[in-house]
């Protein structure tokens, strides 16, 4: 591994990363003063740095751990942080951490560009083989921003960090291999948009919104959980959606209806197996408003045509309850072919052995895609 070079600027294409000196405290005090922020990036309350000299402090660190501290600049002024520490020559490995403090820039890919810029600093310039970083499991927009720049979930420790707000929360492990890329079916939070309905990534400030439309009993009718008694308990199944997303099995989305923006229901890719190219949709719901409407049979031309058509699936599947007629109909219209019936696969929520598939189950192929 070479020598770590002296004050490098990186440059991108919007971003630009320069090394933080004892100026740029205010900065620091002014981002970790930010309530969302704060939460985000340490599980803390406002008031992460209490004043310049504990920022200064801060950065000071980074030099001990054989590390360094970026500020992220954008249109001529600074935006966040970006850092890396624990740089092992022998392991060749280095740890990394990034904020975009300024909240109007978030999801604006700009944390992402320069998390890429380190990440190449460290791989082509200092030697690093493997980059890595952790991230608090309810940072749902940060997980899927940094698998997009390359980086693999490896773990989930759960209630490794206790949180201002007196609970427990997990930290995901993720890391950067050099030369390692991702395959190339390898469903991820996107937005699919149709005429009707645009399906967007869920995210946890969805939930009040979509619990309005799950608190139908009519929705969980043939659901295997019971209806929620509360929102908190809606939560938890909405989460643990968002902790199937994390480790690349699930991609949970909320649907959409574009004549006025209202959230009409939720639907999911599941059991995504990127090997083999096949993936289910499914834990599909539509409130009253969108049910027996177009909602449901545009949300899953899109499904399909994003799996089928942009990554290049071998087979997507459905099942439902065989006592699920309505969906099973609705099954059959899209064009799936019936592959049998699975018996007392499932217990629901009130003890009912229940089989799933039924007569309008079934699995579309690439061809079968085509002729929707």
């Known amino acids: 591994m070479s020598a770590v070079m002296e004050s490098p600027i990186l440059r991108g294409e919007r971003v630009t990363l320069r090394p933080m000196t004892h100026a740029d405290a205010p900065h620091l005090v002014r981002w970790g003063n930010d309530a969302d922020f704060a939460w985000n990036q340490w599980g803390r309350n406002p008031g992460r740095f209490g004043d310049d000299a504990k920022a200064r402090q801060w950065m000071d660190f980074f030099a001990g751990r054989a590390g360094k501290v970026f500020v992220i600049e954008h249109a001529g002024r600074p935006i966040g942080q970006v850092n890396y520490r624990d740089l092992q020559p022998k392991g060749r490995s280095a740890e990394v951490g990034i904020g975009i403090g300024e909240r109007s820039l978030w999801s604006k890919g700009l944390g992402r560009e320069a998390l890429g810029l380190l990440v190449r ?68 939070p996107v937005t699919l948009e149709g005429k009707y309905v645009r399906l967007e990534p869920y995210h946890r400030e969805h939930l009040a919104e979509l ?122 219209r899209l064009g799936a072919r019936k592959e049998g019936e699975l018996r007392d696969d499932r217990i629901a929520w009130n003890g009912r052995l229940t089989g799933s598939g039924g007569t309008g189950s079934g699995a579309l192929t690439p061809i079968d895609g085509v002729a929707l």
Not at 151 to 173: K, L, N, Q, S, Y
């Open 121 to 188: 600093h460290l791989v082509e310039d200092l030697g690093c083989h493997r980059v890595s970083l952790h991230v608090l499991s309810y940072n749902d927009r940060a997980i899927s921003s940094y698998k997009a720049a390359g980086f693999w979930v490896e773990g989930i420790e759960r209630d490794a960090v206790m949180t201002d707000r007196g609970f427990f929360a997990d930290d995901v492990a993720m890391a950067y291999l050099a030369g390692r890329t991702r395959p190339s079916f390898d469903p991820k």
């Open 211 to 332: 619990w309005e439309v799950a608190r139908d009993p009519e929705v969980w009718k043939y659901l295997l959980a019971p209806l929620p008694k509360d929102i908190d308990e809606f939560a938890r199944h909405m989460n643990e959606g968002l902790e199937g997303q994390i480790t690349g099995e699930q991609v949970v989305f909320l649907t959409r209806r574009r004549s006025d923006e209202r959230a009409v229901g939720s639907t999911r890719f599941l059991h995504v197996d990127r090997p083999n190219k096949t993936a289910e949709i499914g834990w599909t719901f539509l409130g009253a408003e969108g049910r027996r409407t177009v909602a449901n049979s545009e949300a899953k031309f899109l499904q399909l045509r994003h799996l089928f058509e942009d990554l290049g699936s071998n087979r997507v599947w459905l099942q439902t309850d065989k006592i699920n007629q309505r969906s099973q109909n609705a099954i059959e």
